[in-house]
């Protein structure tokens, strides 16, 4: 059950008219239920391997805590963990991969070793639910939360419908007291949270949607591809790939907002990045914060010598790349990134010493002409390492990079080429200006019952929510129904 799907326009109502209508503490008995269905319209018999790391994460918190003066018993508590639910990750997402690469070594040698492929599906969401039960076992083992003695509560925090497939990752910190809180039916939250979830689904429908069918015209067919038409798909795709997430993100969000539940923002506008550091300070902020606080920092973060410090920063990149999928251009598009932050690092380091002996003058951060600058040369560097996550296999990667660097011919056929003529020019500029303008309204919060404006305001937002889901419900009915979400295969 997609959230673009008619099967969840339906099912998302009843659930929020139960949700309201029953007492306070039948609630989560329902919602629980609910996601539980939510989950299982994908699979019937996932719902078993969900149930499995929800029953031994819950175990372990609390023999953590029962065994809080026992430090080995707390440890061995914590490998076990670690060791069941990574392992169940590994063996569902990475064990045909980690085969494969083993055989494809061994080739190296001549050694003719046939390729290995063992038929499993993969479970959606698998990546965040793991992560998400592995924050809350490593934040008891911590002592920083105390341990949920409430099992329906805690299986609830993992599997709660809205942020289940594909996140924001939430900490049980956040997410638990919110699930527990007692809380009266809130029309501003119900307006809010709508308000949210339609952009969301504009950014989906609408413009994710739009330009997939002109990336998937290049990329599934570079023989025909040149230069400019590779440019101008990974630019697509820079669109797409950012629409599709965050409009799952803003759907969710939104879904839990109309139920008075606040889940944690995963984006902040990206592509207004000045630096690499500074866009994963806004790109799927709840993972990079996960790899911050349970990877980053315990490896040594930057209190170390600058060598130990970049060796942690690929680190954290490597295996970010393989969170997001089993295949080496995954593994290239992290290390990219990775390579990135060092670079940044060590160019900061070396301006600020030339500075320091008075060889240069740096220009001001705030000079609009040198935000500009910066925020071009970073988008360039993002849409450069979009290529490896595209890309389907690091032969099309270095494909697309010869077409960039050596192949300019047939430019007058380019964009018949792939598929784009006047009119889907005008209709992926026009999506993205109604998607700026949709997301000023989204940021806009009124000053208060004696803003003058707020009742314009409130009329404008309406109006384009309005357009919005017209748009949204036109562009679904002529693709002929929904479209899976990019971040679902993760």
């Known amino acids: 059950m997609s959230f673009n799907s008619l099967t969840f326009l339906i099912f998302l109502p009843v659930?929020?008219?139960?949700?309201?209508?029953?007492?306070?503490?039948?609630?989560?008995?329902?919602?629980?239920?609910?996601?539980?269905?939510f989950y299982m319209s994908w699979n019937v018999w996932l719902i078993f391997l969900i149930v499995f790391t929800t029953a031994v994460s819950y175990l372990s918190g609390i023999l953590m805590e029962k065994y809080a003066g026992r430090t080995g018993i707390k440890r061995l508590l914590l490998v076990l963990t670690l060791v069941c639910c990574l392992g169940t990750l590994f063996f569902f997402k990475y064990f045909n991969f980690a085969v494969n690469l083993v055989i494809d070594f061994i080739?190296?040698?001549?050694?003719?070793?046939p390729q290995f492929a063992f038929s499993l599906l993969l479970p959606v969401g698998i990546s965040f639910y793991t992560f998400q039960t592995l924050s809350y076992v490593i934040d008891v083992y911590r002592g920083k939360i105390k341990a949920e003695r409430h099992v329906g509560y805690y299986a609830l925090f993992v599997v709660y419908f809205p942020q289940l497939v594909a996140g924001p990752i939430e900490r049980p910190e956040n997410l638990l007291p919110q699930l527990k809180a007692e809380r009266r039916f809130s029309q501003d939250d119900l307006f809010a949270?709508?308000?949210?979830a339609v952009v969301g689904f504009f950014k989906k429908v609408v413009v994710a949607d739009g330009v997939?069918?002109?990336?998937?015209?290049?990329?599934?067919?570079?023989?025909?591809?040149n230069g400019f038409t590779a440019v101008l798909a990974t630019v697509f795709f820079a669109i797409q790939i950012y629409c599709d997430f965050s409009g799952y993100t803003d759907i969710a969000i939104g879904t839990a907002r109309m139920m008075g539940i606040r889940l944690k923002d995963n984006f902040n506008r990206p592509y207004l990045a000045v630096s690499i550091k500074d866009f994963w300070r806004r790109w799927h902020i709840s993972l990079t914060s996960w790899?911050?606080?349970?990877?980053?920092?315990?490896?040594?973060g930057n209190r170390c010598r600058l060598?130990?410090?970049?060796?942690?920063?690929?680190?954290?990149?490597?295996?970010?790349?393989?969170?997001?999928?089993?295949?080496?251009?995954?593994?290239?598009?992290?290390?990219?990134?990775?390579?990135?932050?060092i670079i940044g690092r060590l160019k900061g380091i070396a301006l600020g010493k030339l500075e320091e002996r008075g060889k240069i003058r740096l220009p001001k951060d705030d000079n609009p002409a040198v935000v500009f600058l910066k925020r071009t040369i970073t988008f360039a560097l993002v849409c450069f390492a979009w290529i490896f996550f595209r890309g389907n296999s690091l032969a099309d990667c270095g494909t697309v990079l010869a077409k960039i660097f050596t192949d300019w011919s047939g430019m007058d056929g380019a964009l018949a080429a792939m598929g784009i003529d006047v009119l889907g020019v005008v209709r992926v500029a026009l999506s993205c200006f109604i998607l700026a303008l949709l997301n000023g309204i989204l940021r806009y919060e009124p000053k208060g019952e004696g803003d003058p404006s707020a009742y314009v305001r409130r009329k404008v937002t309406y109006f384009y929510l309005i357009a919005a889901v017209a748009l949204a419900w036109a562009a679904l009915a002529a693709a002929g129904g929904e479209s899976a979400f990019i971040y679902f295969q993760f």
């Open 307 to 341: 060598w130990r410090w970049a060796l942690n920063v690929m680190i954290v990149f490597l295996l970010s790349g393989l969170w997001h999928g089993a295949a080496l251009t995954f593994v290239v598009w992290g290390g990219i990134h990775g390579l990135y932050q």
């Open 193 to 196: 949270g709508l308000r949210i």
């Open 212 to 225: 997939a069918s002109y990336v998937n015209a290049v990329y599934n067919n570079l023989g025909s591809a």
């Open 15 to 37: 659930v929020l008219l139960l949700y309201w209508l029953l007492p306070a503490k039948f609630r989560w008995i329902m919602l629980l239920i609910a996601s539980y269905l």
């Open 107 to 113: 080739n190296l040698f001549h050694a003719g070793a």
């Open 291 to 300: 790899f911050t606080d349970y990877v980053y920092i315990p490896l040594g």
